[in-house]
C-alpha cells in the first residue's frame, strides 16, 4: 500500500513540464516600434491601418532578435484587400519609415505562404499557386503557422504546409516584424497571436 501511494508522485515528478509560451513577453508594447499612425498592439492582436497609400512598405517591428521560434495567429486581410506578411530573422532598413530588409513570411494575393526576401533578393521560394487557390480564404481569417529553426522554414496555413525547406542564405538572427504593403488603403489584423521563443528554450 505504501508503494502505491509514492509511485503517483514519481511518475509525476519525471513527467516534463509542459513548455510555457513567451507570447506575454512578446507582445509587450514596450517591444515593439513603428509608425503609431499605421499600428496597433492590443492583448494578443496587432492591426496594421492605412487610410490612403503610404507610398512605401513599413512594418511593426520587434525591438528583440530572435533566431528559432514557433509563431501562429489568424490573419485576415480586410476584403481581401492589400498585402502583408511576417518578416523572420530580419533587419531595420530605414528606421524613419521602418522599412525592413529580409525573409518574409507573405499573405496576400497569390503570395500566401511564400517565402519572400524583402529587399534581400526577391522570392526564395514561391508557393504552389493551386494551393492558394483551393485553402486560403481571401476576404477572411485564416490560421498562419510559421516555425523558424537552424536554417529550415515551415509555413502552414489552414493546417497545411505551403513552405517546408533549408534557405541557405537565412540569416542567424533578426528582429520579427508585420508589414503594411504600399499601394493603397488596406487594414491587416493578425490576431490569436502565439509565440514561443525557441532559442531560449535550448
Known amino acids: ?23 506575454r513577453e512578446f507582445l509587450d508594447p514596450a517591444n515593439w516600434e513603428g509608425l503609431p499612425q499605421y499600428w496597433k498592439v492590443e492583448g494578443t492582436s496587432v492591426t496594421g491601418h492605412a487610410e490612403k497609400d503610404p507610398k512605401f ?8 532578435q530572435y533566431t528559432d521560434f514557433e509563431l501562429s495567429f489568424k490573419v485576415r486581410l480586410k ?10 530573422r530580419s533587419k531595420v532598413d530605414d528606421p524613419k519609415k521602418f522599412i525592413v530588409a ?5 499573405a496576400g494575393a ?4 511564400s517565402l519572400y526576401g524583402e529587399k534581400f533578393g526577391g522570392m526564395m521560394q514561391a508557393s504552389k499557386p493551386e494551393m492558394v487557390k483551393d485553402k486560403v480564404k481571401p476576404a ?32 542567424e538572427s533578426g528582429i520579427i516584424a508585420f508589414q503594411l504593403h504600399q499601394g493603397g488603403p488596406m487594414t491587416v489584423e493578425f490576431t490569436g497571436i502565439k509565440f514561443t521563443d525557441l532559442g531560449k528554450k535550448k
Open 1 to 23: 500500500m505504501r508503494c502505491s501511494r509514492i509511485l503517483p508522485v514519481v511518475l509525476l515528478a519525471l513527467t516534463p513540464a509542459a513548455r510555457a509560451d513567451d507570447t
Open 57 to 64: 512598405n513599413t512594418f511593426l517591428c520587434s525591438k528583440k
Open 140 to 171: 477572411d481569417f485564416n490560421d498562419y503557422h510559421i516555425r523558424v529553426v537552424g536554417k529550415h522554414v515551415t509555413i502552414k496555413i489552414n493546417g497545411e504546409t505551403f513552405n517546408d525547406g533549408d534557405f541557405a542564405k537565412l540569416p
Open 110 to 113: 497569390q503570395y500566401w505562404g
Open 102 to 106: 529580409g525573409p518574409q513570411c507573405d
Open 79 to 88: 476584403d481581401g484587400k492589400g498585402n502583408s506578411g511576417v518578416q523572420v
